[in-house]
């Protein structure tokens, strides 16, 4: 709730009761702002309406300053006039977000669309509060730039937070209505054998949402694993939107082109691991074999993923793993150097089973081994249902057919893991 801005005038302006109050007309010698050093004068005196040399009442004065008040980047604001000076005391909001376009084909972004929005709102400097008329403002300010494209929109705004974090880190701005989706896809570097198949791979894009952010990535993938697991290990893919929005009755489709660089055929060579891997080559060959073969996506994959497993097996929730491919051409060959980042080792804090009866609870924690405090395994998690049915006769009948969700909430600072397995019938 926003708190109401305050007015303090001079005693001796308070002693002249001739007129009211309210109806008698100052002249601020100069308008001063302090306790925000983020906003110049000239923007603060432009978001409240106000310039120098204007003639205002007590009344005007405080309408001027419910405008910086409700825009939301203040979270306390005072003013004093004695009779020379006008002076605000500015309290910072303790909340303010960066934009996020979720789905917005907007002509420009970046620094672009923030100087665009500053222009027309001066308090944008490329955050907005969770609540406020700025933040109403940007909104219809997205929802006008789109027009001008053509684009009749309704663009809402809510907080945005990544999966499972507690708290937003992002104003998240989105279309509502009409549906914004990818259009077609123009194909460049494509080899008439590979033809029909990759075109087989736009088709699936085109129609998917489109999506600010990751739309361009998202089917720069989906070529990039194609080729890979064909064995073009060094396959360049650039995705790029093409021409204006097609707008049409049900949807606005947004058009790309994709150029391919597929590269010559590799086969995989050497994969380096640091001296301390968790992970030896005897585990990497019982996935490529003896036999030397092309580098297709899915084994070199299947690589990362056994060496992913065995780490947060280990409790490395946080590990990270990142390959540096290096291309033999002469002997038409791949090599990888691996590094890796474990992080710290989570342990389990707690874990409890939702949405069965207190006599299958305790038997499923008759069964669960990992004690709270022990480092937390995942694979053990992935599995537990499975063995608990094998080893136990009671659960194998209990457990027939049953559907089961996991959700992990992992805390970064205590590294700790609560777990809440939950089961249900189909």
Sequence with gaps: MRRPVCLLLSSLLLLCASHPLAAQKFQPKSIQFKGDPEYSDQELLAAAGLKKGTVLTSAEMNDHSKLLMDSGVFDNLTYKFDG?????SLTPAA???????????????GKDLDAKLHERLPLYHGKVPPEGTLLDNVRAALEEMLA?????????????????????????????????????????????????RVQAIADHAIGSPFDTENSVGNIEHAFQLFYADEGYA??????????DPVIGAAAVDIPYSVTVDSGPLYKLGAIHLPADSLVTQAD???????????????????????IDSRYKSKGFMSFKLTPHPQFDAAAGTVNYTVDFNPGPV?????????????????????????????????????????????????????LAAVKVSYDMRLDPETHEVNLVIRLEKP
């Excluded at 060094?234 to 021409?243: D, E, F, L, P, Q």
């Excluded at 060959?285 to 996506?297: N, P």
Aim: charged share 20%; no cysteine.
């Design 95 to 109: 909340l303010m977000y960066p934009i996020r376009l979720e789905n917005l084909p907007l002509a420009i972004a």
């Design 148 to 196: 001008a494209q053509g684009i009749k929109a309704t663009v809402t705004a809510a907080p945005f937070g990544a999966m499972g974090a507690a708290k937003a880190s992002a104003i998240n701005f989105s279309i509502t209505t009409p549906p914004v989706r990818v259009g077609a896809l123009q194909l460049k570097g494509v080899s008439p054998e590979l033809q029909a």
């Design 284 to 306: 990497i060959d019982k996935i490529t074999g003896t036999q030397a073969g092309l580098a297709k996506g899915i084994t070199v994959r299947s690589i990362w993923e056994m």
């Design 234 to 243: 060094g396959v360049t893919v650039h995705a790029a939107r093409s021409g």
């Design 346 to 398: 989570y342990h389990l804090a707690m874990v409890r089973f939702d949405n069965v009866s207190d006599d299958l609870r305790k038997l499923l924690m008759r069964n669960w081994q990992m004690l709270p405090g022990d480092p937390f395994d995942n694979s053990y998690v992935a599995r537990f249902v499975l063995d608990a049915r094998k080893a136990d006769p009671a659960l194998q009948r209990t």
């Design 84 to 88: 020379v000076d006008l002076v605000y």
